[in-house]
């Protein structure tokens, strides 16, 4: 997992260096890098063919045994290590984050802020109790069981939260004694991969343990299928995760898969309008509104509609549009062309067929403004598709019973929020929605280090990562019995 270079360099010494030292003569070859709000060329980075995938499984299965022997204690202090370094050089990091997936600097704050609240519970995972002394079959005998490592962990992540969502899966596999194979996103391979290595190369992780592997989907189909592979933790869109566990499953290995989201914002006639609106405005046009749990649908109560849909055009027009780095900037562009390619379309169809834009609505480039529309019905592609983009498709309703109805009217079953002036209403209603995660009053765009993250339906495969949830899925049960004397 070496980096070239010695040190912590800053972005334009970078330039053009970012290969590992294995990449150098990568069949793979090279990408560059682009900056989305510039076009500029960031850096060039090796891509890891299936040849250098197949090296980096096998050396890491080498790895795995000395690895899952080390004392807890002596892997805690690995973790403490790179927290430090992260928060040391958090202006690297956020750099990175807002020049290579376009956030502004205060997504890279929360990135650099949960990656380091990921790290420190991984601490805690780490001493956990792992098994189970049982009654045994004959008198005198001795019946254990134990969690213990499963051994190459795969994770495949996307470019929205790259360094979150990398060490989200890193931190706690890597505690409870994992090798790890990384493979970041290409349009995000230095946030989401290279200074990932260096964190951890520099707090003392043996060599082996983790092996990061930039490309796109032919790099992620051989982490998939490598036979050194128990596990794959991949977060990134529903075909994809398809694709994936499709390859996986041919291996039966354990499979995580955080995938995509049509979420709903709930607004009961006894809410604070301007409170939800707010909510509203940060679940749809927050990072462009490029993540899983981002709300893909407000369903507000028919008499609120217009007063909620005014306050959310205000919070849309109060968003500077532009490059994320200026000051003031509060929406930075789409992550690239195809992105915004289908944003338009999902907006243009839904229009054509009746929806009304209240603002925004026109693309220039990559940029795409905060976009509210009204008029949608459950035909239209606003209503149907996951937009990954910053707008926010409302519809009102006349019941409890059918605003349930119309947010469980959708294959995906992510996250949630549901607002009342009574939270026990609010609950009661949240508790009939078909999501893995449901706020009260709040945001539905949430995550946190201790909670178990994860959605129902086509949004994942059950699974959960975070919190005691990560020790279940990066660590699977020995029975060992032994006869009495």
């Not at 509060?330 to 839904?350: F, K, L, M, N, Y």
């Not at 480039?365 to 509210?372: E, H, R, S």
Request: aromatic share 6%; charged share 20%.
């Amino acid at each position: 997992m070496a980096v070239v270079g010695g040190k912590w360099p800053d972005r334009a010494e970078w330039a053009g260096k970012l290969f590992s030292s294995g990449w150098r003569t990568s069949e793979g070859g090279t990408r560059q890098v682009i900056e989305p709000a510039t076009g500029d060329i960031l850096a060039d980075v090796g891509i890891a063919s299936p040849a250098d995938v197949a090296r980096a499984g096998a050396r890491a299965a080498a790895a795995a045994g000395q690895w899952a022997a080390t004392a807890p204690s002596d892997r805690v202090e690995v973790l403490l290590r790179a927290s430090g370094i992260l928060r040391e050089r958090g202006d690297t990091f956020r750099e990175w984050i807002v020049r290579e997936s376009a956030g502004v600097p205060a997504k890279g704050d929360y990135e650099i802020a949960a990656a380091l609240a990921q790290l420190t519970h991984a601490v805690g995972l780490a001493s956990l109790p792992r098994g189970e002394v049982l009654e045994p079959q004959a008198p005198g005998g001795t019946s254990l069981a134990w969690r213990v490592p499963l051994g190459v962990v795969g994770v495949i992540n996307p470019w929205n939260a790259p360094l979150l969502f990398a060490v989200r899966a890193l931190a706690p596999a890597l505690a409870l004694g994992n090798t790890v194979l990384l493979k970041p996103d290409p349009l995000t391979p230095v946030s989401g991969g290279v200074l990932v290595a260096r964190l951890f190369e520099d707090a003392g992780l043996p060599d082996g343990v983790l092996h990061v592997l930039p490309g796109g989907a032919e790099t992620g189909q051989a982490v998939a299928a490598d036979p050194h592979v128990a596990m794959i933790a991949f977060t990134g869109s529903t075909a994809a995760g398809r694709a994936v566990a499709r390859v996986a499953g041919e291996g039966l290995k354990r499979v995580l898969l955080e995938l995509g989201g049509k979420n709903a914002i709930v607004v009961l006639e006894d809410a604070d309008v301007e409170a939800a609106a707010f909510a509203g405005a940060v679940s749809s046009f927050g990072y462009q509104g490029q993540a899983c749990v981002a709300a893909g649908r407000h369903l507000v109560h028919a008499d609120l509609v217009e007063a909620y849909t005014d306050a959310l055009v205000r919070h849309a027009l109060a968003l500077r549009v532009g490059d994320p780095r200026e000051e003031g900037v509060g929406i930075g562009p789409v992550i690239s062309a195809g992105q915004a390619t289908r944003v338009e379309r999902i907006v243009d169809e839904s229009v054509a067929a009746g929806a009304r834009v209240l603002t925004g609505g026109r693309r220039e480039g990559l940029f795409y403004p905060p976009t509210v529309l009204d008029r949608v019905d459950r035909a239209m592609p606003a209503y149907t598709e996951e937009i990954f983009g910053p707008v926010a498709p409302v519809l009102p309703f006349r019941s409890e019973a059918e605003a349930v109805e119309i947010a469980n009217d959708t294959a995906y079953g992510l996250a949630a929020a549901v607002h009342s002036g009574s939270v026990p209403r609010a609950t009661a209603v949240a508790e009939r929605l078909r999501t893995g995660m449901v706020h009260i009053n709040d945001v539905c765009a949430k995550d946190a280090a201790n909670a178990p993250f994860g959605g129902m339906g086509v949004s994942g495969n059950g699974s959960r990562i975070g919190g005691t949830a990560s020790l279940e899925q990066f660590t699977q049960w020995r029975w060992m019995t032994a006869p009495g004397p």
